[in-house]
């Protein structure tokens, strides 16, 4: 079965300083993989995906994120924090168990705070 | 091009009643997924949408129930409402259903059940 790990709850960082939440995935064939960020209240809102291709992948807000097949790791990066990044991120994996449907299987959430 | 709406936005019940929500993909999009998110459960795939029909299902009892209109605006219903069912209810759209399209999601609708 498919599975997603986001190993840390939370992540602090300080506001210009670069930001890495973790994710690692198990997947039976090639994975899909989405980041997605959840502000208080509100949605889930896109940041980026990995299909196929290169292994660094550009996302909005600045953010991005590298895959890493021997690691199964897709790890999020933004070179340097801004406290308006501070929410809750969602990494996930297309459940291949569906016969290519949409359902998506997500991480249980790594809360991000930036301090100024 | 307006996001996904979803309505009601805020929603209080009581165990037993039944309950209707509602969601209108971004236009153009004609797969909708709706997805439970508890403090305890995280995000959980409840189903999907495409064309008019179910094109998966996740593991969830009876009680909740879906269906999608020709518009592609769809509906989920959950029945003889329990405490448990306390959530905020996504609904996402993509342009297809597919491995490889992303989701965009709608701000919820935050169900209490009292």
């Known amino acids: 079965a498919q599975s997603v790990a986001q190993p840390e709850d939370q992540v602090n960082v300080a506001e210009g300083n670069p930001l890495t939440v973790k994710c690692t995935y198990s997947?039976?064939?090639?994975?899909?993989l989405f980041w997605y960020v959840q502000y208080p209240n509100r949605g889930l809102q896109f940041l980026l995906k990995?299909?196929?291709?290169?292994?660094l992948v550009k996302g909005s807000y600045g953010f991005e994120a590298e895959f890493n097949k021997s690691q199964t790791s897709f790890h999020l990066k933004k070179p340097s924090a801004l406290v308006s990044d501070s929410a809750l991120y969602f990494c996930?994996?297309?459940?291949?168990?569906?016969?290519?449907?949409?359902?998506?299987?997500f991480g249980q959430g790594t809360t991000l705070q930036v301090k100024p | 091009k307006a996001g996904v709406t979803q309505t009601p936005r805020y929603l209080i019940k009581t165990r037993g009643q039944q309950v209707t929500l509602s969601c209108s993909p971004i236009s153009g999009h004609r797969s909708v997924s709706w997805y439970q998110q508890t403090p305890g459960q995280g995000l959980q795939f409840l189903f999907e949408?495409?064309?008019?029909?179910?094109?998966n299902k996740g593991n969830f009892p009876g009680r909740f129930s879906g269906r999608q209109f020709s518009n592609s605006r769809s509906e989920m219903n959950v029945s003889t409402l329990e405490l448990g069912d306390s959530a905020l209810y996504l609904c996402?759209?993509?342009?297809?259903?597919?491995?490889?399209?992303?989701?965009?999601f709608g701000p919820g609708t935050r169900l209490t059940v009292t």
């Open positions: 997947v039976s064939g090639n994975p899909y």
């Open positions: 949408y495409f064309s008019e029909t179910q094109r």
């Open positions: 996930a994996v297309r459940d291949y168990g569906s016969s290519n449907t949409g359902k998506l299987i």
């Open positions: 996402a759209s993509s342009l297809a259903s597919g491995s490889t399209y992303e989701q965009y």
């Open positions: 990995y299909i196929t291709g290169d292994n």
